[in-house]
């Protein structure tokens, strides 16, 4: 079978689409072939895949050939077990009759005989010429057709369709596509039966000796090739997979030694995607394949079908994995390839695959899908890159290769190659070693800004001149020492990976490459000299000339400027596609390596537009290592563009860097270009951000507590990352509430200078007053120079499990709480009872601070009406504790003065209505007595004893309005206003003791004290009014004089006074009408109790005050002129809501002498019961002859249900002692409910 293999070859190349072959019995072909030929290619053509699952094609390709077709007459038999695939899929039948004898004497054997063979899928299209207008022909051609399907189609399949040349049926059409794609599905599934069935036949023999891979591969391959055919993509794809599974199973078995491959002209370009790059016969190798052609075939004929599906993102995948496992493959047959031949290789194969899958990429993925898809790309681009790297340092372009952290990590963990045998140099390649050598000499090591002195990145995995004197022939490695003194100073060797390099460098290694003996033409190389480096790379470079056949990649390593081309495009290749995917990261890496090409061309504008990418992932990475590598560069750019803002920026990000990471003069020559930057006139400054460099922190403890509305001082622990010292020309905090993020911070501004040394330094600042709640630190502001700036880092100043350390992570400690408002004084009043009215009394106030200090508090005081303080007299203020403890033992004669001498006690004077509390008063309780006097010009009135009167306190009442003001800054305000009550000392009542029988009054005056203090009368006398007079004397004394009198706090003295009635005949107009009592008396009480001695009195005196009351003696009725009388009812009973007629009778007992006969009368009703229907006040005429009479009459409504008292008739122009009520009116009247409305109500 493995004979077939250029035949299998050759029909592969020619069959691409299904068979469906025509026997044409009646020549109708020419007459019909242009009508099937458009019903191809099939649509929706439902075919079986391997599995048996049904699957669409949406366009089957397919093609109609004649039996008679020498393309179907020159197949042998013995071919068809092998090449099924070729063979025709359906066979169509074209036949036509109209005649029945011709039917069954000519046709039908014919058509027997046709369709004898089984395995072949076949149908019969009857086609009909008559016609439509012949009615007889189309009825016979009716009945042919019956017959036909009669004899050749069963109830199991339909095998007969009919056309009609003058006039097809749309029907027609969708049935011979049906019978075209059944039968198609049908010889589909009878081939993969078989094939499956010899595939697995050979399967089991693969162990056996006479086990052939060739054999097995066409097999598989057809099977493969017949699923492409029919568009089932996946499972050509997946015969495929399992055919690369079992060739690996093969080719890695021990046994037959096989060659590898890749030796001839070309092998280096991949041909990944290109299957007919080799014909398969060119890699037989016995019964196999040989691995190197064989499995990039595998994978060109997997990608196709892969494209075809409309994958390219698993073209890409495969791809790169199969590049990395077949690079592996290439490395373990290397000393059998040419020189550098698996980094050629790899280059070309991730390149092609790069093109073809952009090419057939036409987006439409997912976004994750599309991410991959670019990922992929840029893995591609990157392994090209790294190898086409190697290349161009193994022929001497390293000296102009950055030694960044990436191509360090790249190159230097890439092996060297490993041929057989290192190249020699050509023995007439003397110039070219004298050109590398003046290569190597006129190297400049850029230094970089700042004067930062750094050894360079290794960019090999070893020494290069160790490696290749090592694998050359039949020569030894030679003097380690002499090798190292040869080799280029390029940032490699064995301290490659120092931080710091030295600050010479050793210059005997450029002087003994300078004095080198090149290569001549008369003799190579001495066998007994290790190569150079010069010479290893004019050798690697010819030996690459002989390896690479694509001569876009030859010519790209041709020249510097040519490999620095090709370098760039697949950097930005790689760039691109990783910023596109979800590797960004990699991508902004790699814009730091595009950036050092654009920097070395002059290109500095897009160069710091790349460094600010890497420099803002690295410093978000925390990759501080690779930032102090790359940041510099920024910085150099961003001077040169005279982007001062920029560079001002990134020389303040390399003194934020860790200390270890520059050397001291270094960070400081950082500082001083940004102290010269600030002092200096910028075109454009802008806010400076040293969050990294200047943060802060509360100190530790607990926060500053405050009270709400109170100033205060807030010391501040700021960190400098400066080098040396700085001076910051203004200072600003601000203080964010931590219980409301919406709400603005608050700034605390200093705008004194401050000098920040290195590392920690603590500032105060004062605070204005806060609302309450708690406050973190926001942000640091500040301004150097010119310049201002902003840090809102706080401080890692202290080990972790201290209170010292702040980060990111942890919450933000407090470093402020400003406490909700509370009571901090309180002020009451320190007299418990009332003190004495118009004289000059002490009232205290105490002032009790609640957990705050009083220093220099100052209080104000403004008295209410009728209330004066004595501003002459001077104020006192004493501790409170003391006040009480003296008056505690005031009445105590054991208690000896020592026991309250020391009474803490000042006196001050009120100025302008405002005192100073003394220091000594800052956090006791003390008590401030002032003295005050409130005014009242009436005089008191007695009540009698049998009809008492409330007394009304609000008319003792005055106000004394306090307003402190205390705090630091006395901008805490506290203002109550106080009532005090004030009182006579005696609340004065009368009662006729006794009335004699001679016309003699005893008269009781009863003394009440008011007061919580102790009353002394001295003398007391009365001045009767008219109408009475005293008895005995007529001094107006007692009776009975038991002066002085002590009448203790709120006890009840009695004075007797004998008067008797006076002759009205006697009595003159405009004489007293209200009696006076006069009484002397003294007052013993403390002021911290209530009334005491008048301030105006000295002490040791006894202080007599005098005090009078107006007392009303009413004569009694004995000649009353006017009598009243209440009348009945009109009615029985009173209702809610009726009129009822309230009458009087008002009668002269005597005779008058008066001009005016009219009488004044009022009606007094509670309108909460009764409501007045007339008028309630006017005059009646009352005729002046003793006897006279009138009624008066008033309509009331009664408004409430119950015993109620009736309104009253009172005459006020006539003296209640001229008016005798006879009858007397009723106390109480019974009033009942209204009736019951029966408006609404239905008759029984």
Not at 51 to 57: G, M, S
Not at 86 to 110: H, M, S
Not at 257 to 285: C, M, W, Y
Not at 1173 to 1192: C, D, F, M
């Amino acid at each position: 079978m493995a004979n077939y293999l250029a035949q299998f070859q050759t029909i592969k190349s020619s069959c691409d689409r299904l068979v469906i072959a025509v026997e044409d019995v009646s020549d109708l072909w020419p007459t019909v072939k242009e009508s099937f030929e458009q019903r191809l290619p099939l649509t929706k053509a439902c075919l079986n895949n391997k599995t048996r699952n049904p699957v669409y094609v949406d366009k089957l390709p397919a093609e109609f050939i004649l039996t008679t077709d020498a393309r179907l007459r020159s197949r042998f038999p013995q071919e068809q077990s092998v090449f099924w695939f070729r063979e025709p899929y359906a066979t169509v039948v074209l036949a036509t009759c109209e005649d029945l004898d011709e039917f069954r004497t000519i046709l039908k054997p014919r058509l027997k005989l046709i369709v004898q063979n089984d395995d072949r899928e076949w149908f019969i299209v009857f086609v009909s010429k008559v016609h439509p207008s012949n009615d007889q022909a189309t009825k016979m051609a009716k009945k042919v057709y019956t017959r036909l399907e009669v004899d050749f189609s069963s109830k199991k399949k339909e095998r007969c369709c009919k056309l009609d040349l003058h006039g097809a049926d749309a029907s027609f059409w969708e049935d011979l596509d049906s019978k075209i794609v059944e039968s198609i599905r049908s010889t589909l599934d009878r081939r993969v039966q078989f094939y499956e069935e010899e595939i697995r036949k050979l399967s089991e023999q693969r162990f056996m000796p006479v086990w052939n891979f060739c054999n097995f591969f066409i097999l598989k391959e057809s099977l493969a090739f017949m699923f492409e055919m029919a568009h089932l993509h996946e499972d050509s794809l997946r015969e495929y997979d399992e055919l690369e599974l079992c060739y690996l199973e093969t080719v890695n078995a021990p046994g037959k030694h096989r060659d590898f491959g890749g030796l001839e002209s070309g092998d280096d370009q991949a041909a990944l995607l290109n299957p007919g790059f080799k014909i398969l016969t060119q890699i037989v190798q016995d019964d196999s394949f040989r691995e190197f052609e064989f499995r990039q075939y595998l994978f060109a004929c997997q990608s196709k079908l892969l494209f075809k599906l409309n994958r390219p993102l698993e073209v890409a995948a495969r791809g790169y994995s199969f590049i990395i496992s077949y690079s592996k493959t290439l490395a373990m047959h290397e000393k059998l390839l040419s020189f550098c031949f698996q980094e050629v290789w790899v280059i070309t194969a991730c390149l092609a695959l790069i093109n073809s899958t952009t090419s057939h990429y036409d987006g439409g993925l997912a976004p994750d899908t599309e991410k991959e898809f670019y990922r992929l790309q840029g893995d591609l681009y990157s392994l090209a890159r790294v190898k086409f790297m190697r290349l161009a340092y193994l022929i001497g372009y390293g000296v102009e290769m950055e030694k960044s952290p990436i191509n360090s990590a790249s190159l230097s963990m890439l092996p060297w190659p490993k041929p057989a045998t290192w190249p020699s140099v050509p023995p007439d390649a003397s110039a070219e070693v004298l050109s590398k050598e003046k290569m190597f000499l006129q190297e400049n090591h850029r230094v970089k800004h700042f004067n930062i002195h750094r050894k360079a990145l290794p960019l090999e995995p070893s020494l290069l001149l160790r490696e290749a004197n090592r694998r050359r022939a039949a020569l030894s490695i030679g003097n380690l020492s002499e090798l190292l003194e040869s080799h280029h100073n390029d940032g490699s060797g064995l301290d490659g990976n120092s931080r710091f390099s030295p600050s010479k460098t050793n210059a005997s290694a450029t002087m003994s490459r300078t004095h080198s003996v090149p290569a001549t033409s008369e003799g190579s190389l001495s066998l007994d000299r290790p190569m150079r480096l010069s010479e290893i790379h004019v050798a690697a470079e010819h030996a690459l000339k002989r390896t690479i056949s694509n001569l876009d990649l030859l010519s790209s390593l041709s020249s510097l400027q040519e490999y620095e081309q090709k370098y760039m495009e697949l950097t930005k290749g790689a760039a691109e596609n990783y910023h596109r995917s979800w590797w960004k990261r990699h991508g902004v890496v790699l814009d730091g390596e595009i950036a050092a090409i654009l920097f070395k061309h002059g290109n500095f504008d897009l160069a710091a537009k790349s460094y600010e990418k890497v420099c803002a992932l690295y410093a978000g990475e925390g990759w501080q290592d690779l930032l102090a590598d790359v940041l510099p560069n920024l910085a150099e750019c961003q001077k040169i563009l005279n982007d001062e803002a920029g560079y001002l920026s990134s020389c303040v990000r390399l003194l934020s860097l860790d200390n270890d990471l520059f050397l001291k003069k270094e960070r400081q020559a950082f500082q001083s270009e940004v102290v010269r930057l600030a002092h200096s006139e910028m075109k454009h400054p802008v806010p400076l951000d040293v969050s990294s460099l200047i943060t802060f922190s509360g100190n530790p403890g607990l926060p500053l507590e405050l009270c709400d509305g109170d100033p205060g001082t807030l010391s501040v622990t700021i960190w400098s990352g400066f080098p040396d010292d700085i001076t910051l020309e203004s200072l600003s905090l601000t203080l964010s509430a931590s219980y409301n993020v919406d709400e603005g911070a608050e700034a605390i501004e200093s705008s004194d200078a401050h000098i920040l040394k290195p590392g920690r330094n603590v500032i105060t600042l004062d605070i204005p007053p806060q609302k309450p709640g708690s406050y973190v630190l926001g942000a640091l502001t500040g301004q150097i120079g010119h310049l201002r700036f902003r840090s809102h880092g706080f401080s890692k100043g202290g080990p972790e499990d201290s209170d010292d350390f702040m980060s990111y992570e942890k919450p933000t400690r407090p470093v402020l709480k400003v406490l909700k408002p509370r009571p901090l004084v309180d002020i009451t009043a320190a007299v418990s009872s009332a003190l004495l009215m118009n004289e000059l009394q002490w009232f205290g106030i105490i002032i009790k601070p609640i957990n705050y200090s009083m220093k220099g508090a100052i209080l104000h005081i403004d008295t209410g009406p009728g209330l004066i303080i004595e501003e002459s007299h001077m104020i006192e203020i004493e501790d409170h504790s003391k006040a009480v403890e003296r008056a505690t033992y005031a009445g105590d004669s054991n208690i000896t003065s020592s026991a309250t001498s020391a009474r803490v006690f000042e006196q001050v004077l009120l100025q302008s209505g405002k005192i100073e509390l003394p220091d000594w008063a800052s956090d006791t309780t003390t008590i401030v007595w002032f003295p005050v006097r409130a005014i009242d010009d009436r005089i008191s009135r007695g009540a009698s004893a049998v009809f008492p009167q409330k007394q009304n306190i609000v008319d003792g009442m005055r106000m004394i309005a306090l307003k402190l003001e205390f705090g630091a800054f006395h901008n805490q305000i506290f203002e109550r206003t106080i009532a005090v009550n004030f009182t006579d000392p005696f609340n004065v009542t009368t009662r006729i003791a006794d009335k004699c029988s001679d016309g003699i009054l005893l008269l009781q005056v009863i003394l009440h004290s008011q007061v919580k203090a102790t009353l002394n009368l001295y003398d007391a006398w009365l001045d009767l009014q008219a109408g009475f007079v005293h008895i005995g004397k007529g001094d107006g004394r007692p009776t009975s004089s038991f002066f002085p009198l002590v009448i203790s706090p709120s006890s009840t003295a009695g004075i007797l006074f004998t008067i008797r009635l006076a002759n009205t005949r006697d009595q003159e107009d405009g004489v007293q009408t209200d009696s006076l009592l006069n009484i002397k008396y003294g007052i013993i009480g403390d002021r911290t109790v209530g009334a005491h001695t008048a301030v105006s009195v000295k002490p040791g005196n006894h202080g007599e005050l005098l005090f009078k009351s107006a007392l009303v003696l009413q004569r009694p009725v004995l000649d009353p002129c006017v009598a009243v009388g209440f009348l009945p009812f009109s009615c029985d009973c009173l209702r809610v809501g009726q009129l009822v007629n309230m009458r009087w009778r008002v009668e002269r007992l005597k005779n008058i002498d008066e001009n005016r006969a009219e009488v004044l009368y009022e009606v007094d009703a509670n309108p909460q019961n009764w409501m007045i229907a007339g008028r309630k006040r006017g005059h009646v005429s009352l005729s002046k002859t003793q006897g006279s009479r009138i009624e008066v009459t008033v309509t009331c409504v009664p408004l409430v249900s119950g015993y109620v008292r009736p309104p009253q008739l009172g005459l006020p122009d006539v003296g209640d002692a001229n008016i005798s009520c006879n009858p007397a009116g009723p106390h109480l009247v019974c009033v009942l409910p209204p009736i019951l409305s029966s408006s609404y109500c239905i008759p029984a």
